[in-house]
C-alpha cells in the first residue's frame, strides 16, 4: 500500500493544452491505475 508521501512524485507540470479539471481526472485516473497495478 502507498503511502500519502508517494503521491508526491506524481505531480508533473501541468500541460497548458488541457483544461484544468480535465488533467486532474486524468492524473488522478492514471494514478488510481498505477496503485492498482502496484498491489
Keep these: ?3 500519502m508521501a ?3 512524485y506524481s505531480t508533473p507540470t501541468q500541460p497548458d493544452s488541457l483544461p484544468n479539471p480535465l488533467w ?3 492524473e ?3 494514478f488510481q491505475a498505477f496503485q492498482v497495478c502496484r498491489v
Design 24 to 26: 486532474i481526472f486524468l
Design 1 to 3: 500500500m502507498l503511502n
Design 6 to 8: 508517494d503521491m508526491s
Design 28 to 30: 488522478e485516473f492514471t
